[in-house]
């Protein structure tokens, strides 16, 4: 039976927190109800990356985009489109400009976009792998396991030119190479899939709109470096992630994609599932295979490297799960192919997570290469409320800030190192002139305060140093000795620390001084946040010649300290307030004033 | 005379038993425990040390170290307000206070008729829709500060 429409619900954890799984039902009890069930299918996906817009449905062949969909347009749609083949209009995607229906091909956050890694998301049924299957899932699979050799495997890695998308960028092909030469008993592969960035949800949504791209890489890398066994480490704070992979890892061991004699060509792999429990430092390699081992998630020095002695001290190839989806492509594409893509060092694309203070917040992949200005501004749709651009983070507690002198740098791993910062995992966080980047710092500190695992002074003693300054700084108690102290503190760490978190946690401090020091400066010495986020920086007052006594302000202030009258005017009186901003943002005439 | 043991139920004991010998155990196990408790009662760490031959104080040196496990009893709900990098810079902290303030307790307190918890998070994953809440599984996104009576209010019940 042939339908005639497709409807593609988004089940991405954002869409589906904000009732796509009513939608979907609400769908097919309507077209039930309606005697259609047979013309059409209703599919949950992953997801559409456009989640500013959420939740979204699309219909096919139509092409027609929905968007902030709710779980009462279900009998609209069903009863215009199903059955009497009209589109929904007043549901459809609209941008500023075009005010007309437009394709989805023409919505400019998805132009600029090409998609490797999220291929399938928002395509397919992540919980059925025919759906993978009918889109050439586990071709790569095959053709390794019946046409190549470890050898070619590694070979066309190499050409591919991928590299680890977990942050540090190490050439894929050879870690591998690493683990396949020793000999062992036993080999482990590991999927890194703790995701530990607070602000990034790439890997997220790729294990839940496509898990079995994960799996098959991780069966391809077990067959290269002659592993029988494999683990997803995942967070605990995803759920319908560990769902759909636990779904994923029992569909393919029903249809002998995994475990024993894959195939039938002897081959033999098996994967785990082992969950994180909420350390940001368990992202770090060596501590998260301590993890799998069941104990405190310490990092340990490396070399030996875990390619040589890894998990239960066995080599162990450990990626990123935006590495593993990239890999069943370039085995059926070619390395040749997936080297066009990119810039001179670094190839393919990269998915970023897009949010802050932009129009369209959502998941991006875009080829390396790409400017944060086409990122932001053409896919992102600007800066919301056209606000000032001050600053774009990448590589979140690890990286650092890119300011708008370097917008139009094409960034790949090398360029965004050069400016201080990292291309991490993928969260690109934009930031407008309301944001205080003494104030995001500390935010970044605390994080790591709270995330050092204790292990080497450096890094515990470090970060809280750190702290305690810019806390002081951002209170209007800060010095300028406290300033090079910063800076002589973060260098040492950089250089002591054991692991990548204490010899990366200074970055955000140490960027926003070199990029913005005349604000550090203004808080040491003019004891002012110009961006108003430090609010014992702030004064509010209000300004008589524009004050027309309305009152709003006083009736809002939760503390009273609002008095006057139409014809005295409002003042504030500074000694109760509170600083909460209130007055400041329900003035509709401009008569409150910040500093 | 021992103190009784503390009642694990079938499905937690059969959990258990599938884990028993695999290596790297312990956090696997933990995690069930922490889903029949909402925490982990000392009993129940002591009955894992016996259950699994391991000494107290490595199970204690897990469960101290990893943020999710808790040893004291949460909230029947629990708020979850992120503080990821993308919650923060929309408002995560406006939202935080407004739970305290609604609620009268602070971060990682429970209300004295023990409804409500709350917790500051790291990122939820729902960053699109910054600033995120959570109640128990549900998620709130783009909210203001307005709106957080509403939802505590549905919890109350
Ligand atoms: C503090 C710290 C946190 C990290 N967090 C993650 C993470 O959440 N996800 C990830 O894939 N890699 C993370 N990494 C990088 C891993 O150590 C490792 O480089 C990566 O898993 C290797 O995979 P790749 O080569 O595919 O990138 C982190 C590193 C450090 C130092
Ligand atoms: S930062 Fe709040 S959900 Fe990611």
Redo the contacts with the bound molecule.
């Keep these: 039976m042939a339908y005639k429409h497709f409807i593609l619900v988004c089940g991405g954890t954002g869409c589906e927190s904000s009732k796509a799984d009513d939608i979907y039902k609400e769908l097919i009890s309507q077209a039930e109800a309606q005697g259609v069930k047979d013309d059409v299918q209703v599919v949950k996906t992953g997801c559409f990356g456009f989640c500013e817009k959420g939740p979204i449905v699309k219909v096919l062949p139509a092409e027609s985009f929905y968007v902030e969909v709710k779980p009462s347009d279900a009998k609209e749609i069903i009863a215009e489109q199903i059955v009497k083949g009209r589109e929904v209009t007043r549901l459809l995607y609209k941008d500023d400009k075009q005010k007309d229906r437009i394709k989805v091909e023409d919505i400019q956050f998805y132009q600029k976009q090409f998609r490797i890694v999220l291929r399938n998301c928002g395509i397919i049924n992540p919980e059925n792998i025919d759906e993978y299957i009918a889109r050439d899932g586990y071709a790569a699979l095959e053709k390794v396991l019946s046409s190549m050799k470890p050898n070619d495997v590694i070979a066309e890695l190499k050409k591919s030119g991928l590299r680890g998308r977990g942050g540090a960028g190490f050439p894929t092909w050879r870690k591998w190479e690493f683990s396949r030469g020793p000999q062992a008993d036993q080999k482990y592969v590991v999927c890194n899939a703790d995701e530990g960035d ?4 790439m890997d997220r949504s790729t294990v839940e709109g496509d898990p079995h791209s994960v799996i098959e890489a991780m069966a391809i890398c077990g067959y290269t470096i002659g592993a029988s066994k494999g683990f997803v480490y995942i967070r605990a704070e995803y759920p319908l992630a560990i769902e759909r992979l636990k779904i994923a890892i029992a569909q393919a061991k029903d249809y002998g994609l995994l475990g024993d004699n894959i195939l039938g060509t002897g081959f033999s792999f098996d994967l785990e599932i082992r969950l994180g429990a909420g350390a940001f430092v368990c992202g770090e390699e060596t501590a998260l295979l301590k993890s799998i081992e069941g104990s405190r998630g310490m990092p340990i020095p490396r070399p030996p490297f875990p390619a040589i002695k890894g998990l239960w001290g066995k080599p162990t190839v450990i990626n990123n799960v935006e590495t593993w989806a990239n890999i069943p492509v370039i085995i059926t594409k070619g390395g040749d192919w997936f080297a066009k893509i990119g810039t001179e060092t670094s190839k393919g694309t990269k998915v970023f ?1 897009l ?1 802050g203070k932009v129009n369209n917040s959502g998941l991006v992949e875009v080829p390396m290469g790409t400017t944060l200005r086409e990122i932001i501004y053409d896919i992102g749709g600007g800066i919301r409320g056209g606000k000032k651009f001050k600053g774009a983070q990448t590589g979140g507690p690890s990286g650092g800030i890119i300011t708008e002198e370097f917008l139009d740098l094409p960034i790949d791993y090398e360029s965004l190192t050069g400016l201080g910062s990292m291309m991490g995992s993928g969260g690109l966080i934009v930031m407008d002139e309301d944001d205080c980047v003494v104030d995001v710092s500390k935010f970044y500190m605390e994080f790591c305060v709270d995330e050092s695992c204790g292990k080497c002074a450096p890094c515990r003693i470090g970060t809280n140093q750190m702290h305690s300054i810019l806390e002081r700084i951002t209170k209007g108690t800060g010095t300028m000795e406290d300033l090079d102290k910063l800076e002589k503190i973060g260098h040492a760490m950089k250089r002591a620390a054991l692991c990548g978190l204490g010899q990366t946690a200074p970055n955000p401090t140490l960027s926003t001084i070199r990029r913005f020091r005349d604000e550090y400066l203004e808080h040491i010495v003019d004891k002012k946040c110009r961006a108003g986020k430090c609010k014992d920086l702030v004064v509010f007052s209000i300004d008589k010649d524009k004050c027309i006594g309305c009152g709003l302000c006083a009736r809002k202030c939760p503390v009273n300290c609002i008095t006057g009258d139409k014809t005295q005017k409002y003042t504030i009186n500074a000694e109760a307030c509170i600083k909460c901003g209130e007055c400041f943002k329900v003035c509709k005439f401009g008569a409150v004033l910040k500093n | 005379m021992p103190a009784a043991r503390i009642e694990f139920s079938k499905g937690l004991q059969d959990f258990i038993q599938e884990w028993k010998d695999k290596p790297g155990n312990l956090i696997m196990i933990l995690h069930r425990v922490q889903q029949e408790f909402s925490y982990i009662p000392r009993e129940a760490a002591e009955r894992l040390a016996e259950e699994l031959s391991m000494p107290l104080a490595k199970i204690y040196g897990v469960i101290t170290f990893y943020h999710l496990f808790k040893t004291t009893k949460p909230g029947k709900h629990r708020i979850a307000v ?7 810079l929309k408002g ?1 902290q406006t939202l935080l206070e407004e739970c305290e303030d609604i609620l009268g307790i602070k971060g990682h307190e429970v209300t004295d008729d023990g409804l409500f918890s709350i917790d500051a ?12 809440l959570m109640v128990g599984n549900d998620v709130y ?1 783009k909210l203001t500060k307005e709106q957080v009576p509403e939802i505590i209010a549905k919890y109350r019940g």
């Design positions: 607070p602000g990034a949800y997570a949010t | 992120c503080m990821g990098t993308a919650c923060y995560g998070v790291r990122c939820v994953g729902c960053c699109g829709l910054a600033p995120v996104g």
